[in-house]
């Protein structure tokens, strides 16, 4: 038997973690916690705004792996918003766009399309 319980209004609402301009292995823990706070409120969907993002190291997307992981632990769906060329180049070179849905618009990542 499936254990369901309603989903709070709060929980519905998408959350937005907005990343900072560089991501790597200074500040990579400090977001990874960010973003698992935001999937532990359990939260159906939340979203890493990558907008101002202009690059990511290697700690920064192994950090992005393991929150899309615990998220799916929590139920969540993790999405990028990331529309910066040089970043998307990265995560296509290193596979991680196959695992990580990504969207360039806001409005494609609320959906769910593009």
């Not at 609402?13 to 790597?24: M, Y």
């Not at 979203?47 to 998220?71: H, K």
Request: aromatic share 2%; proline share 7%.
């Amino acid at each position: 038997m499936v254990d369901t319980e309603p989903v709070t209004p709060a929980q519905a609402q998408p959350v937005i973690v907005t990343l900072p301009a560089e991501i790597d292995m200074g500040n990579a823990p400090d977001i990874g916690k960010q973003l698992a706070a935001a999937c532990a409120l359990g939260v159906k969907l939340v979203i890493a705004d990558m907008t101002a993002t202009t690059f990511c190291d290697s700690m920064g997307i192994r950090m992005l792996l393991l929150a899309w992981r615990r998220a799916a632990e929590h139920g969540t769906d993790l999405r990028l918003l990331l529309p910066n060329p040089a970043v998307l180049r990265v995560m296509g070179v290193l596979g991680v766009d196959a695992v990580l849905p990504v969207y360039s618009t806001l409005e494609e990542a609320l959906a769910g399309v593009g």
